[in-house]
């Protein structure tokens, strides 16, 4: 099932949800190797925010997506 677009269509629809109930700005952290996660983050409007941060459960990528 990888690969066809459940994914995005999925937090795709979350996202429209949180934004319809009032969210100004959604954030997520995937670890800055997953190119293609943070491929499907930058599709649907998120953008890097920052450098790759070291934290106690890893690497992380911070990204925002605004409204």
């Known amino acids: 099932m990888i690969g066809i677009g459940h994914g995005s269509a999925f937090i795709g629809a979350r996202m429209r949800a949180l934004f319809d109930a ?3 700005v959604i954030a997520t952290d995937p ?4 190119e293609r ?3 499907v983050y930058k599709k649907l409007g998120f953008e890097p925010f920052g450098s790759p941060q070291a934290t106690r459960w890893g690497l992380i990528l911070p990204m925002l997506a605004r409204r």
Not at 31 to 34: E, F, K, Q, V
Request: net charge neutral.
């Open 31 to 34: 670890h800055p190797a997953n």
């Open 22 to 24: 009032g969210a100004p």
């Open 37 to 39: 996660a943070i491929a």
